[in-house]
């Protein structure tokens, strides 16, 4: 499986992004998608995560801010970010979840940046 992050970017506080993780390779394999994010010197957090039955979950810091959704054609996943804060600086990844295997399969990481 391969994922490929975009979307990330420089944005004033209270703006907005969204971020894109395209999938490739074995999807059927994939039962879930999540988005996770690093701050430097931290370990990942997970932001949000669908299934493929479009079942969505979020972390504390993306309720009521944050949106998941997903494309089954495009086999892509999106993270609309609104009223970003500067604490929502970080880099970015999505992942992939397989039964038996965990989030074993991550994209390359996208750069959010917000400034105050």
């Known amino acids: 499986v391969q994922l490929q992050a975009s979307g990330g970017g420089l944005v004033q506080a209270g703006g907005s992004l969204r971020l894109s993780c395209a999938a490739s390779?074995?999807?059927?394999?994939?039962?879930?998608i999540g988005w996770y994010r690093q701050h430097p010197g931290t370990q990942r957090a997970l932001v949000a995560s669908?299934?493929?039955?479009?079942?969505?979950a979020y972390g504390d810091s993306a309720k009521g801010r944050f949106t998941i959704s997903r494309d089954n054609a495009r086999n892509t996943v999106y993270l609309q970010t609104n009223s970003l804060k500067p604490e929502d600086t970080a880099v970015y990844y999505c992942?992939?979840?397989?039964?038996?295997?965990?989030?074993?399969?991550w994209g390359q990481g996208t750069q959010v940046t917000v400034s105050s």
């Open positions: 992942a992939a979840y397989r039964p038996g295997w965990g989030w074993d399969s």
């Open positions: 669908i299934s493929n039955d479009g079942t969505a």
């Open positions: 390779g074995r999807t059927f394999s994939i039962t879930s």
